[in-house]
């Protein structure tokens, strides 16, 4: 439901324990993670992006618009930047207290109904050459429909 924090079940993204992530290698070699290894989602794993704002049920803060990759994982919000125009991509990780796997379920459930009745606010990324280009739609639809809400 727009306006409450919400996710999906079993995500494989889980936030870093430590400031300093490990990997053991194939002959048992303990070394730094690289970035690949890590589980955090990035902003180019972005395939579908519901433009309606959630907010945090504890702190009311708004959280931005559910992100999903191609798998219909929710796996952060985007938002506009300080820069105005821009869209800034905070990963799910960011808010691990606030998406257990009853949240996270939730949020699927809300993609695949956005996609089953063809919500206008769903953007995905057949439909646009990038993920800027994706990023962009839904930030410019957010406006577009603010404004006209303002004017009607």
Do not use: C, W
């Not at 870093?16 to 955090?40: F, H, L």
């Not at 996270?104 to 993609?111: D, E, K």
Request: proline share 5%.
């Amino acid at each position: 439901v727009p306006g409450n924090a919400a996710a999906k079940s079993g995500s494989s993204y889980r936030p870093q324990s430590s400031g300093v992530s490990t990997r053991q290698s194939s002959i048992g070699i303990v070394e730094p993670a690289t970035t690949s290894d890590r589980d955090e989602p990035t902003r180019d794993e972005i395939f579908y992006i519901l433009a309606k704002p959630f907010k945090s049920v504890s702190t009311g803060e708004k959280l931005g618009f559910p992100s999903y990759n191609a798998e219909r994982e929710m796996i952060g919000f985007v938002r506009e930047s300080n820069q105005k125009g821009f869209g800034q991509f905070a990963p799910i990780t960011n808010y691990s207290a606030e998406f257990g796997a009853t949240e996270m379920s939730q949020a699927t459930r809300i993609l695949e109904g956005a996609i089953a009745n063809q919500n206008p606010a769903l953007h995905s990324r057949e439909m646009h050459t990038s993920v800027y280009s994706l990023i962009d739609h839904a930030l410019v639809y957010d406006f577009s429909r603010k404004e006209s809400s303002r004017k009607g």
